[in-house]
Structure formats: structure tokens, C-alpha cells
DNA sequence: CTATAAAAAGATAAAAAACTCTTTTAATCT
DNA sequence: AGATTAAAAGAGTTTTTTATCTTTTTATAG
């Protein structure tokens, strides 16, 4: 469904909820190894987060990446248009070029549940709500 | 959602429903063309699906590809399955490695429900069904 | 039984996705 | 200001997916 940078990414953002703040920053690193992903990769898309605004960086010592308030008050949502483009949550399950309730797939409006489901699954609850949920019920990242 | 693979072998299936039958057998060429979808790879996936015994073929002059009644009377979840694996309506939304209801991920009881549509998708009505669809209402594939 | 048509199989090539390494830029601390 | 730390950016490499080409097998028709 959502590509592997794209998981990664939605781990990397729920961890740094977890583990940062602006007083706390993280470098790539830690992320990485935290997550057991590969440390560069991470660090690629990191970037692409951070210069989407969907996490916050600074560099020089000290610097790292952390979930400002503000972000983590956003959605997953944003995370994973800006890794896997926000045709995901919209393009064709058949992969035809047109597409629409005006001119539908054999699948298209069965398709609209499913889209509805994944919608839902990253739209209804903030990273921070996510976050908590995550801390509380002691889940594994 | 589906490789590309999988969406070129859905489509054949339904333009098999619709244009094939024992008596009727179609060239791999017949079904490129009509999908506008590279013939070559097309043929690989007709052949793979054929092995799984989800679509018919025969070889020689006046052989092709076919839809049995059989193999019209089944869903697309066989053909799904047989191309991206029967691990796509069931892996973790965060590739986590061990991700259940008892050891769940955070996103795994929403991930549920758009799974669920996924499978509704391609388990509740038969390629027959959805191919008199097709033909009923002038669909593209 | 021979020629032919079409799928099956195998081997190869191109494109995209995933991953790595190196250099540059910008903060911070002394 | 100079040293240092860590992100940003750019330039590869590897792996996987998508696509092509060639040869082999098998069924049919003449």
C-alpha cells in the first residue's frame, strides 16, 4: 500500500512525537537505529519532511529533528502525500488514466469504501493523539 | 495499492470475461492491444495466472487465452493474490515485521477497516459479475 | 507427417525504488 | 574567529519492478 520510504517516514514522525521536542532534538542516527532502518535513507526523507514543514530541524550541535507543537497537532496525512504524492489517497485502484464517478472503473465505486478507510486511518487522529496511544498502550514503532 | 502488474492482470481477466470463452480463445496480442498495456509483460502475467489455474489457455494455431465458466465463477482474489502475493490484504500498513490484534502496530485497528474494504473489493462479487457490469453500463477497462 | 501458430520458458534490458557515500552549509560552543 | 557538530544537498550504487527479446514446446490444420 504505502511504499517502504513512506512507512519509514510515518515510524520516523510517530518516534520523534514520542522522543522529541524543541528542547530534545534527534539526529538521524538515533532515529534510525530506534527504527532499524537504514540511517542515510532516513535521513533523505527526514529532510523532505522537514522541508515540507511536517517535522522541524536545526543544524550545527545541539541540531537535530524534532516534532514542533505545531506539527505534532497535524495529521499523518501530510506525511504521507508528501512521501508518496497525494495521488495516493485518489488515483485510479486499476490504474486507468481516467477515472471518476463520471466515468468509473469496473471497481471505482467499491474502490471509494477502501479510499474511504485509508482516508480515515491517517486524517481522524492527530500524530500527537497517535503518539499517546503509542506511550500508553506501550505499542512497538 | 496494486503493482502494476496486478492492475494489467485484473484488467486482462475482465476483457477475458468479456471477449474470451472456449470457444473463443484471444492471442496475448488481441488483449495488449485492447488494454493498451506492453504485450510482452502481459504475456508473462497471463502465463503465471494460467499456471494458477485462474485463467484457461491452450497452445497452437487457433490457441489463446480464455475464460472457463470456472474460472468466471471465481472472484479477483485469487488473480490479486497470485500476482502480489497473499500477504497484501494482510501485512502490516507500517511493514512491521509482527504486527497482530495482540502485538498490534499504532495504526492496526483502523488499518483493519480499510483492509476490510480491500477485501470486500475483490471478494464479493465473481468476474462474471463484475464483467456483466462491465457490459451493462459500457465500462472502460 | 509437415508446416504453422501460439503459448511457455529463459535470458536480458531499462526504469524506478531503495539505499549509500561525499561534500557543502549552517548553527553552536569555546 | 575557529573548531565542531549535525543537517542539506548532490552524486553514486544496488535491488526490485517493469518491460523486451529469443528459443522451445505443443497443439492444430492441411
Known amino acids: 500500500m504505502f511504499s517502504k520510504s513512506c512507512k519509514y517516514a510515518i515510524r520516523a514522525v510517530l518516534y520523534l512525537a514520542i522522543h522529541s521536542d524543541a528542547e530534545h532534538k534527534l539526529g538521524v542516527k538515533d532515529v534510525a537505529e530506534a527504527l532499524d532502518v537504514p540511517g542515510p535513507f532516513l535521513a533523505k526523507l527526514l529532510q523532505q519532511l522537514s522541508r515540507h514543514h511536517l517535522i522541524s530541524s536545526t543544524k550545527g550541535p545541539n541540531g537535530g529533528f524534532y ?6 497537532r497535524a495529521n499523518l ?3 504521507v502525500e508528501s512521501i508518496d504524492g497525494p495521488e495516493v489517497f485518489s488515483s485510479c ?8 464517478s463520471q466515468n468509473p472503473c469496473p471497481l471505482h465505486s467499491r474502490a471509494q ?3 474511504q478507510g485509508l482516508l480515515e486511518l491517517v486524517e481522524d487522529q492527530t500524530i500527537k493523539e497517535v503518539a499517546e496511544r503509542v506511550e500508553r498502550q506501550e505499542l512497538k514503532i
Chains 1, 2 share one sequence.
Do not use: Q
Open 113 to 115: 469504501l477502501y479510499r
Open 93 to 100: 485502484i486499476l490504474g486507468l488514466p481516467v477515472c471518476s
Open 67 to 72: 516534532l514542533s507543537e505545531t506539527n505534532a
Open 77 to 79: 496525512r501530510g506525511v
